[in-house]
């Protein structure tokens, strides 16, 4: 495994922890910001599927900036 290969590595790992916490607490912070507004607790959810799309979306930007 060569340098660029683990680093890439270690970035999806962290990527997958982070996701994997908050998917974790997603559903209490939902109850607690739905206590407030139900549309907001929506809002949540929907932020917290686009942001799993938006990380991926920039990696490949990343990495094809990276090829150029």
Do not use: E, H
Not at 16 to 40: D, E, H, K, Q, R
Not at 41 to 63: D, E, K, T, Y
């Amino acid at each position: 495994m060569d340098r660029d290969t683990r680093n890439a590595a270690i970035g999806a790992l962290w990527v997958l922890l982070l996701f994997c916490i908050a998917a974790y607490y997603l559903p209490t912070v939902m109850l607690a910001v739905g206590n407030i507004s139900t549309v907001l607790a929506g809002v949540v959810a929907a932020v917290f599927m686009v942001a799993i799309f938006v990380v991926f979306w920039l990696r490949g930007r990343s990495q094809r900036r990276k090829g150029d």
